[in-house]
């Protein structure tokens, strides 16, 4: 069945237009509580709501809370609170479930919905797929009426138990006194807990992205514009920046000289760490993406670890790393995930190992990143009219087949739709700059030509 609700990450879209309605995610909050009573026999499941900054956040926290509260389900508002956090809160409150109102790195405007089960876990496509079903069809659920109605309530202490466990990921003998920090909380969920962090372990912290106003949430801020960020590094002589997402389950490091590191980088660096440390060991596997670098595959062949690759979105790293035991995956975006400390990717907690790093090898962070050298990457999208199967276009594998050849062992091609816009998307990486960019152009060409 094709999935009209649910995406890549949840359920998103323009807030107060479908999907995004307050209609719908009230029929989710009762097809969610529906489905718990009925899967896992809890007559009242608990849902922890979290959410971030955005304005259309207040509406959508009290639609969703109509909806478990008229099927019968219990609900705690947290308030603004990192989606690592409300996955947290979950798994620590043992709650049924988990959601955090969220459009991560988009416009204020935006707008979504994450899940999260009893664990801290997203959920697999297949039980998205029969809550969809639900949302759509909710004659299958019973009314509920009387006593068998739900109830909410806000609860502060939440906030309290997601920042004690940050902390706890790094040694208590780690001090991070002397240290200069500039964080972007990208006017987001983390706005007030993430310099609490920083502060509390001893770090010198600046701070921009920090005051909300329900419209600034990643405006000319946080991971997906960096230049302020790079500025203050630079203003502050600082020992790293730490640029975090709207709902901060994804970071960007800033070395001391003001360059951003690519999130494959860090993944190499904190392979080196887990591996020093013994939390890694020879012949472990690191989990990325099919956008994930040749550079960092090498990398981590060189230090004998092995690379897995799955499709991009942080929740099928987080599949592939509990069916095979791996413990460090990510995304070259900055989602970065270490599930012996968290069931999602944590900007926060990616921070405080990435100054657990420059301490345990005494080097800054400028040092670090130049051990892990990638190739030349570039994407281009292509404007495209029809989404029809790429393999039945016979001048599309034409190219394909004579880029790829051209490349030969030392390059790589990808070429794929877009899940959400009417585009294609083309990547090319190899050793030569020069040639990548072209070919990327030759092919991007071919595309836009036939679909158009």
Known sequence: MERKLFGTDGIRGKANVYPMTCEVVTALGRAITHYFQTHNNHKRPLIIVGKDTRLSCYMLEQAFSAGVCSQGGEVILTGPLPTPGVAFVTKSMRATAGVMISASHNRFDDNGIKIFDNNGFKLPDQVELEIE????????????????????????????????HAKSVIPESLDLSGMRVVIDCANGAAYKIAPIIFNELGAE??????????TNI???CGSTSTQEACEKVLEHRADLGICLDGDADRVIFIDENGKTLDGDKVIGLFAKLMLENGTLKKGDTVVGTIMTNLGLENYLKQLGLNLTRTRVGDRYIVEEMKKIGAILGGEPSGHIILLNHSTTGDGSLAALKMIEGMKHFGKSLSELEKEVILFPQVIKNAVVSKKVPLETVKPIQEKLE??????????????RYSGTESL????????NEEQVVSLCDELSDVVSSELK
């Not at 909710?138 to 004690?164: C, I, T």
């Not at 992205?209 to 329900?214: D, S, T, V, Y």
């Not at 004579?402 to 070429?415: H, P």
């Open 133 to 164: 079903k639900l949302v759509l069809d909710q004659s299958v659920m019973q009314d509920k009426v009387g006593p068998d109605l739900g109830n909410a309530k806000r609860l502060r202490e939440v906030f309290g138990r997601y920042l004690v």
């Open 205 to 214: 912290v600046y701070t921009i992205g920090n005051k909300p106003n329900g």
């Open 218 to 220: 990643n405006l000319n």
């Open 402 to 415: 004579s880029v790829t050849k051209l490349l030969g062992t030392k390059g790589r091609v990808l070429l």
């Open 424 to 431: 294609a998307r083309v990547m090319v990486e190899g050793e």
